[in-house]
């Protein structure tokens, strides 16, 4: 079992920045992938952003050049730092974690979510 944490949601103006962090802790192995999805309002979750444990990254286009996925392996945390949001960018934010490398967009735990509104 794997357990994930989230923390750094929050309210931001639009064009400001947040950053999300998550920890995983219980059966980690080192190769593994963690990312994040989110889910608007009335709307399916959508996958955004994966590293790998080696951190190849992958994103989803609506947040290339804005949103960069980074990870601490020693703290077995992953990062989403988000800048120049949007209003489009409201959501609940959940970290996953995937027990391997490979279809790095699917998810074998979920953490809690953490709300990220962007709004004036």
């Known amino acids: 079992q794997v357990q994930l944490v989230e923390s750094g949601g929050g309210l931001v103006q639009p064009g400001g920045s947040l950053r999300l962090s998550c920890a995983a802790s219980?059966?980690?192995?080192?190769?593994?992938?963690m990312g994040w999805y989110r889910q608007a309002p009335g709307k399916q979750r959508e996958w955004v952003a994966s590293?790998?444990?080696?951190?190849?990254?992958n994103y989803v286009d609506s947040v290339k050049g804005r949103f960069t996925i980074s990870r601490d392996n020693a703290k077995n945390t992953v990062y989403l730092q988000m800048n120049s949001l949007k209003p489009e960018d409201t959501a609940v934010y959940y970290c996953?974690?995937?027990?391997?490398?490979?279809?790095?967009?699917?998810?074998?735990?979920w953490g809690q979510g953490t709300q990220v509104t962007v709004s004036a």
């Open positions: 219980g059966s980690i192995f080192s190769i593994n992938t």
């Open positions: 590293i790998t444990s080696v951190s190849s990254t």
């Open positions: 996953y974690y995937r027990r391997t490398w490979y279809f790095p967009s699917q998810a074998d735990y």
